[in-house]
């Protein structure tokens, strides 16, 4: 078993940053492909694909985010963060982490207010 925790999600003004985290913890080493992702689902909407890390460092952003967002890793730590700047209102959503495409933390809220 893996389990994610995220953290740092709130509530900021537009214009404004967060920065959240994610930590896995147990069964890491059964995982085949480390790569790492953040998603979003609004209300409303489906989930989306926000960032994402490959095992090999290649980064990929959702264009609504490309410019603000950075995604980035700790492999010692067995974590991601993703470092969010210029928050929109449109950014409002529970952002999820992701492991290997499988193992999923438990969300994190994000609200912007204008």
């Known amino acids: 078993q893996v389990q994610l925790v995220e953290s740092g999600g709130g509530l900021v003004q537009a214009g404004g940053s967060l920065r959240l985290s994610c930590a896995a913890s147990?069964?890491?080493?059964?995982?085949?492909?480390?790569?790492w992702g953040w998603y979003r689902q609004a209300p409303g909407k489906q989930r989306e694909l926000v960032a994402l890390?490959?095992?090999?460092?290649?980064?990929n952003y959702a264009d609504s985010v490309k410019g603000r967002f950075a995604i980035s890793g700790d492999n010692a730590k067995n974590a991601v963060y993703l470092q969010m700047n210029n928050l929109k209102p449109e950014d409002t959503a529970v952002y999820y982490c992701?492991?290997?495409?499988?193992?999923w933390g438990q969300g994190t809220q994000v609200t912007v207010s204008s």
């Open positions: 147990g069964s890491i080493r059964s995982i085949d492909v480390m790569d």
């Open positions: 992701a492991l290997g495409y499988s193992y």
């Open positions: 890390i490959k095992e090999t460092g290649t980064t």
